[in-house]
């Protein structure tokens, strides 16, 4: 509305493969295993005055009222302002918000056997990659996340086809049969913009994913231009490679230059050991910021491969289990932007590297559900709505707005039955409610 605050009801029901990692030859920092030390290791991720909407119905903003700004991360230390709200990290056209295509790689490997002083493993027989940020960051400061950031043409160039051939011969340069074209929201430019000879998403994002986990982490997944198909099992990283680190200063300054080093290497990016995991869109928070379309994907590697943050972007590592890294965002130790909060408790659901390695094949060919949260401002708090919830709108008016409520979280939660949701309670508190079905041979994290 001119004013810019609209309202609008919902009725009664609102009441409520495998993979080889060649990695620098420089000296690694000391990833932390779980919750061990102080925490420390990227991405690059309604109007003050509105009225609160009557019961039955909600307001809906284009600019976050001042509840809003209350909820938003803590304030960056460098500069003692406050950071924006989480969201995905993550060039495209402008419009009312500007998007931004983004790739996001969860590195999941083995675990060695612990020494007989180690304390009880954890449920799950596998760790992750989190990066620290640096509080230097404009955007989620101080954030652990996973390795990624955002697409450059260099990703998608047709120059790639030259390296990859005659093993891998294009659309999809032995990827395997495309997943099923499925309906989506929000519907979005395509990351080719219009380029015929450009390599398709599914490539372009691999090679994105894995330039950019060289590039802030220092592991490099690569495979020999002459290699056979790689059995369907978990990987070994390779052995350092020595010189790496001048071409990683080359590839931060140029992304054009990772096409070279894999020339020089005689090996292509190993696009194979990246599965589909999710894929998750930055949700409004205010009108002029960018916004994140972002494919997650999920490697297996059978051993950690030594991590060397970049000192810029990434101050900091830690290898962890999911449940270790739950237990230390809500010890205060690290904090979490909500869609790590998510996948991390997605991957609590499986007990060791083989099980999650057999469930990415498994469902190779079924694609993954797109995530848009919807915001929800409470009077004690923040819903973000999942696709299934239902509150939740395939509406495009959802995309430059937020809404609000006079209603606190408990009395939301006690109206709904059907839920995909993340309630955010405070800065280290979130709960998840799920109570639909999952797509597409998916799971779902289970109720917290």
């Keep these: 509305s ?12 609102v009441n409520f493969r495998p993979a080889l990692a060649v990695v620098t030859s420089l000296v690694p920092r000391e990833c932390r295993a779980g919750n061990e030390g102080s925490p420390r290791s990227s991405h690059r991720q309604g109007s003050p ?3 609160s909407a009557p019961r039955g119905e909600f307001a809906l903003h284009d600019r976050p009222p001042n509840s809003a700004q209350a909820l938003q991360p803590g304030p960056n230390p460098e500069s003692g302002s406050r950071a ?6 993550g060039p495209l056209r402008p419009g009312p918000s500007s998007w931004r295509r983004a790739a996001t790689l969860i590195l999941a490997a083995g675990r060695t056997r612990p020494g007989p002083a180690a304390a ?4 799950e027989g596998f760790r992750v990659l989190l990066l620290q940020r640096s509080s230097r960051q404009g955007f989620m400061p101080g954030a652990h996340v ?4 955002v697409l450059d043409a260099a990703d998608r160039s047709p120059d790639w086809l030259r390296l990859f051939a005659p093993n891998h011969a294009p659309p999809r340069l032995g990827l395997g049969p495309s997943p099923p074209s499925r309906a989506s929201f929000p519907v979005l430019p395509d990351a080719a913009d219009g380029d ?12 994105c994913a894995i330039r950019e986990t060289f590039e802030e982490a220092g592991v490099l997944l690569l495979r020999p231009r002459d290699s056979p198909p790689a059995a369907p099992a978990p990987g070994r990283p390779l052995e350092l490679k020595p010189g790496l680190e001048a071409w990683r200063a080359r590839v ?10 894999c020339a020089d290497l005689d090996c292509t990016p190993d696009i194979w050991a990246l599965h589909d995991w999710s894929a998750w869109l930055t949700p409004f928070t205010r009108a002029g910021l960018r916004r994140y379309d972002t494919a997650f994907y999920l490697c297996c590697l059978q051993q950690a491969p030594p991590v060397y943050p970049d000192a810029a972007e990434v101050v900091d590592c830690q290898w962890s289990s999911p449940s270790e890294a739950i237990e230390s965002f809500k010890s205060k130790k690290i904090w979490l932007a909500p869609p790590q909060f998510y996948e991390l408790r997605r991957l ?8 999650l390695h057999a469930f990415c094949l498994d469902r190779a060919l079924e694609g993954v559900q797109r995530l848009l949260p919807t915001t929800l401002l409470t009077a004690d708090g923040m819903v973000q709505l999942l696709p299934g919830d239902e509150l939740y709108s395939e509406d495009s008016k959802f995309l430059e707005e937020l809404i609000s409520t006079e209603k606190n979280n408990e009395e939301i939660m006690k109206a709904g039955k059907k839920f995909h949701r993340v309630v955010i309670y405070s800065r280290h508190l979130y709960g998840i409610y799920v109570t639909v079905e999952s797509k597409y041979k998916h799971v779902y994290p289970k109720n917290y």
């Design 146 to 149: 996973f390795p990624g950031g």
């Design 84 to 89: 924006p709200p989480p969201s995905m990290s």
């Design 120 to 123: 009880l493993p954890p449920a």
């Design 348 to 355: 609590e659901n499986f007990a060791s590297l083989s099980d």
């Design 252 to 261: 931060r300054c140029d992304p054009r230059h990772f096409l070279h080093l």
């Design 2 to 13: 001119p004013g810019g605050v609209s309202r609008i009801s919902f009725g009664a029901a």
């Design 196 to 207: 015929p000879a450009a390599l398709p998403d599914d490539v372009a994002f691999r090679i």
């Design 49 to 51: 005055g509105a009225q």
